[in-house]
Nanobody
Framework: QVQLVESGGGLVQAGGSLRLTCAAS????????MAWHRQAPGKQREWVAT???????NYADSMKGRFTISRDNAKNTVYLQMNSLKPEDTAIYYC?????????WGQGTQVTVSS
């Protein structure tokens, strides 16, 4: 099994920054991808960004230029640096790890951006 624990969420004013952290533990494969997703109130969960084991990254269009995903393979940790935050970024942010055709999710961390 794999466990994912997110941290770093909170309340921030528009234009501010937050850094989310997700620590993975358990049976971590050497071939995996880690990602962030988010779910705003009343909306479906949406993909934010992905980083592969080799460090290749992809972003949803609305996050490009503002969010940066990175990982520390030695620590099995993924980060999401969020800059220039907007009220519409308010959501619960979930960490995801995909390996061996299985997807694991964390419990989420709340990010609230005030206008």
């Amino acid at each position: 099994q794999v466990q994912l624990v997110e941290s770093g969420g909170g309340l921030v004013q528009a234009g501010g920054s937050l850094r989310l952290t997700c620590a993975a533990s358990g049976r971590i494969s050497r071939i995996n991808a880690m990602a962030w997703h988010r779910q705003a109130p009343g909306k479906q969960r949406e993909w934010v960004a992905t980083v592969t084991i080799r460090g290749s990254t992809n972003y949803a269009d609305s996050m490009k230029g503002r969010f940066t995903i990175s990982r520390d393979n030695a620590k099995n940790t993924v980060y999401l640096q969020m800059n220039s935050l907007k009220p519409e970024d308010t959501a619960i942010y979930y960490c995801n790890l995909g390996q061996d055709n299985t997807s694991y999710w964390g419990q989420g961390t709340q990010v609230t951006v005030s206008s």
